[in-house]
């Protein structure tokens, strides 16, 4: 494997740390001093994703670091798991490498790998922020669930989630969107990635349905309200703080799949205070 992974993704730091798994590497990067907040991306996604993110964060007073899911942006491809508990393992370990407890940002899939870490080691996590979070198996229309297996099933995969991308920003697009964009198409098109985001796409979130009731850590749920991804997406967002055992949530107005890059001056604030709260000891 290359000691130096490449670096995706619009103002792409340019020291890219790696963790050591035992199958590969995961790409992460460090900004600030302070108490620790992990940020984990989506499925399909580049820890760029929190590039609106990680600057008002640090300079309130916080260390916080972004990582790439397996076979995403800078990490590695050459994993045989990449499953929400995998995910939520490897964050774990990056708690650990960077001494915890932290705060866990986790966006869509990156959701679900955070519960999951919060029921499996309680000790590293100190609250959750929960962004358009899939910690469930949202019901779908049978068809539509078909047709998006068909379409994630082959080398076409790749392309057909570049189509999707757009429709996820239904409100405001970044100004940076096309280079974003180009830089998740240029990620998947080398050797095994593309293999590796269509095994991504098969994550079950029953697993950590499962576990929801375990979770402990205060959680913040932000949601956008015009996020196509669920049917009804404030309901999912109330769900999920009906599940949790300390938990509210922030719905953004006309925002979708991914909040904290398309209204970054309505969740920042959130997040920082949220941060400071669960933070406040560590």
């Given at each position: 494997?290359?000691?130096?992974?490449?670096?995706?993704?619009?103002?792409?730091?340019?020291?890219?740390?790696?963790?050591?798994?035992?199958?590969?590497?995961?790409?992460?990067?460090?900004?600030?001093?302070?108490?620790?907040?992990?940020?984990?991306?989506?499925?399909?996604?580049?820890?760029?994703?929190?590039?609106?993110?990680?600057?008002?964060?640090?300079?309130?007073?916080?260390?916080?670091?972004?990582?790439?899911?397996?076979?995403?942006?800078?990490?590695?491809?050459?994993?045989?798991?990449?499953?929400?508990?995998?995910?939520?393992?490897?964050?774990?370990?990056?708690?650990?490498?960077?001494?915890?407890?932290?705060?866990?940002?986790?966006?869509?899939?990156?959701?679900?790998?955070?519960?999951?870490?919060?029921?499996?080691?309680?000790?590293?996590?100190?609250?959750?922020?929960?962004?358009?979070?899939?910690?469930?198996?949202?019901?779908?229309?049978?068809?539509?669930?078909?047709?998006?297996?068909?379409?994630?099933?082959?080398?076409?995969?790749p392309a057909v989630w570049n189509a999707y991308l757009p429709?996820?920003?239904?409100?405001?697009?970044?100004?940076?969107?096309?280079?974003?964009?180009?830089?998740?198409?240029?990620?998947?098109?080398?050797?095994?990635?593309?293999?590796?985001?269509?095994?991504?796409?098969?994550?079950?979130?029953?697993?950590?349905?499962?576990?929801?009731?375990?979770?402990?850590?205060?959680?913040?749920?932000?949601?956008?309200?015009?996020?196509?991804?669920?049917?009804?997406?404030?309901?999912?967002?109330?769900?999920?703080?009906?599940?949790?055992?300390?938990?509210?949530?922030?719905?953004?107005?006309?925002?979708?799949?991914?909040?904290?890059?398309?209204?970054?001056?309505?969740?920042?604030?959130?997040?920082?205070?949220?941060?400071?709260?669960?933070?406040?000891d560590a």
């Amino acid at each position: 494997m290359s000691t130096s992974p490449p670096r995706f993704g619009p103002s792409a730091p340019s020291d890219v740390r790696t963790l050591q798994r035992d199958e590969g590497r995961l790409a992460y990067d460090v900004l600030g001093d302070g108490p620790l907040v992990v940020c984990l991306p989506g499925m399909g996604e580049l820890r760029s994703s929190f590039r609106f993110t990680t600057a008002t964060v640090a300079a309130a007073g916080f260390r916080v670091a972004t990582m790439d899911l397996r076979g995403h942006g800078d990490s590695d491809a050459t994993f045989s798991a990449y499953d929400d508990p995998a995910a939520g393992s490897d964050v774990l370990a990056l708690v650990e490498e960077l001494g915890g407890p932290a705060l866990l940002v986790g966006n869509s899939m990156g959701a679900a790998a955070a519960v999951w870490a919060a029921a499996e080691r309680p000790d590293l996590v100190a609250g959750l922020a929960l962004l358009g979070p899939f910690v469930r198996e949202v019901p779908l229309n049978p068809l539509m669930a078909w047709a998006f297996r068909v379409a994630m099933s082959g080398p076409w995969a790749p392309a057909v989630w570049n189509a999707y991308l757009p429709s996820l920003y239904p409100g405001r697009k970044p100004a940076d969107f096309a280079e974003h964009r180009a830089a998740i198409r240029a990620s998947m098109r080398r050797p095994g990635y593309a293999k590796a985001f269509t095994a991504t796409t098969r994550t079950s979130h029953a697993p950590v349905e499962a576990r929801l009731n375990e979770v402990r850590s205060p959680a913040l749920v932000v949601m956008g309200t015009a996020d196509p991804d669920f049917p009804d997406a404030t309901a999912e967002a109330e769900w999920i703080v009906d599940h949790l055992a300390d938990a509210e949530h922030l719905l953004v107005e006309g925002a979708g799949h991914y909040p904290q890059a398309e209204e970054p001056q309505q969740v920042n604030p959130a997040l920082v205070a949220f941060a400071h709260r669960v933070l406040a000891d560590a």
